[in-house]
């Protein structure tokens, strides 16, 4: 089943992030922006159309352990990735 990033997850600390609909050329600089808004405890629910790999390399360099990735749904044109800020 195809997780519907249309819906916004706004509870419990998880706020959605569709970079789906964010032009190419500022994607990283809003993804960043969004992740250094979040407090401890937070999580931004990332959706995109596909793997953001060297992303995800330069969120694990700039931030380290304090942004933990969990994907949710990994399927091709469709991946959902949970960015949780620990302390």
């Known amino acids: 089943m195809a997780h519907d990033c249309s ?3 706004i509870q419990d600390g998880t706020y ?3 970079a789906r ?5 500022f994607r990283h600089a809003a993804i960043f922006g969004a992740l250094n ?5 937070e999580t931004m629910r990332f959706c995109n159309d596909h793997d953001p790999l060297p992303l995800l390399s330069q969120i694990g360099q700039f931030f380290g352990e304090r942004v933990r990735i969990e994907y949710v749904q990994r399927e091709p044109g469709e991946i959902v990735i949970d960015f949780c800020v620990v302390s």
């Open 7 to 9: 819906i916004p997850v």
């Open 16 to 18: 959605g992030f569709d």
């Open 21 to 25: 609909g964010i032009a190419r050329r």
């Open 37 to 41: 808004a979040l407090q401890p405890g």
